[in-house]
């Protein structure tokens, strides 16, 4: 069992808010680390809303959570009880000690915004991500270049990433796939045919870290409105299976290209909806570079802390960086390569000058890292936890 980056900080959460929200994609380990969390907890009730029996003890909250102020309360699924944040309220005004509520919820943007507009400034919302390299690393893994390839090839989540060979994985995921477009998302009220974002979804697959143009995407669907194609990007995204990556929009008197870049979040899935079951698959489709950039991409934003400002840049001119992030007024730029022996072109070096930057990083699958100018240098995604 891998240690999760995010268990400290949720320890130290529940030490000073009445509740914390873990979002995150289904079999992605909520479950798992609430109970483990719970079980230093006296007496904590554990609730799995999807149970109808355990919804019922919720049917008079006001009489329920009174009855338990002083134990812990998790609450799993919580989307599936849309009116819960309401209910929750009053109760965590009438008695604000912290760690009183532990709510687990699958993916849902709809979350947050029920949270921000119920529970301000009572709750404090964290995401867990699938599994990062920096785990792989802490759990002292034998050969953590293997390891950080089969990460890359199978994707984060457990037991998709635990699995005993590759065939198994990739049955995990297509089944994963086919459950959450058939299972999970209608019970989020969304009514789209599954077979429409089945398409949509391997459509974006196809342009993984490209530039998003939601008029090709429409025709390519069969003559959708470029709105309608928002709407289904914003779904994906709200159910962290997309990101959308915005262009840094830096004041530098440049022509800057203003579309985002959409990724499959989780490199794993990315290899299933494009049919990928192996390394060598992997290591020879034409994908396999962007592929590369949107895994190492998923590394670096999973450990940024609150409002740090991230994105890509791009100019007319061709000058370009994967990622740049802004933290404390300082700008770091990052381009990623799939390489041993990565170049760089004008473009990267015109970026840094119009940024700025303070340093900038090639990330790359190199040994050990070095220099390639002041303020430059080439490192391996198992070193980026050594960034903070």
Known sequence: ????????????????????????????????????????????????LE?????????????????????????????????????????????????????LGSASGALLRQS???????????????????????????????QAALLWLRGGFPRNFLAVDDAESFAWRTDFIETFLARDLPQLGITIPAETLRRFWRMCAHLHGQLFNASQLGAALGGVAHTTVGRYLDLLVDAL????????????????VKSPKVYVR??????????????????????????????VIEQILATLPPLTTAGFYRTAAGAELDLVVEQGGKRIGFEIKLSTAPTVSRGFWNACEDLGVSRAYVVAPVREPYPLAENVEVISPLMLDSLR
Do not use: C
């Not at 949720?10 to 079999?27: D, E, K, M, N, T």
């Not at 919804?55 to 009174?66: G, K, V, Y």
């Not at 299976?241 to 800057?256: Q, S, T």
């Not at 299933?272 to 950039?293: F, K, M, Q, Y």
């Open 1 to 48: 069992m891998l240690n999760r980056r995010l268990a400290p900080l949720l320890a130290s959460r529940l030490q000073h808010q009445p509740a914390v929200a873990i979002l995150g994609p289904r079999q992605v380990g909520k479950t798992t680390l609430a109970r483990e969390i719970a079980a230093s907890s006296p007496n904590a009730i554990f609730l799995d």
């Open 51 to 103: 149970l109808e029996a355990n919804r019922a003890q919720l049917a008079r909250a006001d009489l329920f959570f009174p009855r338990h102020r002083d134990q812990m309360v998790v609450l799993d699924e919580v989307q599936t009880v849309p009116d819960l944040f309401a209910k929750l309220r009053p109760e965590i005004d009438a008695d604000r000690r912290a760690g009183r509520f532990l709510l």
């Open 116 to 146: 921000a507009e119920s529970l301000a400034g009572r709750i404090a919302d964290l995401e867990l991500t699938p599994f990062l390299l920096e785990e792989l690393a802490a759990a002292t893994v034998a050969n953590s270049t293997a």
């Open 241 to 256: 299976m997309l990101r959308r990556l915005p262009p840094y929009l830096a004041n530098v008197g440049k022509r800057l």
């Open 266 to 295: 989780d490199s794993g899935i990315l290899h299933a909806l494009l049919g990928i079951r192996t390394l060598d698959d992997l290591n020879g489709h034409p994908v396999a570079g962007l592929s590369w950039e949107g895994f």
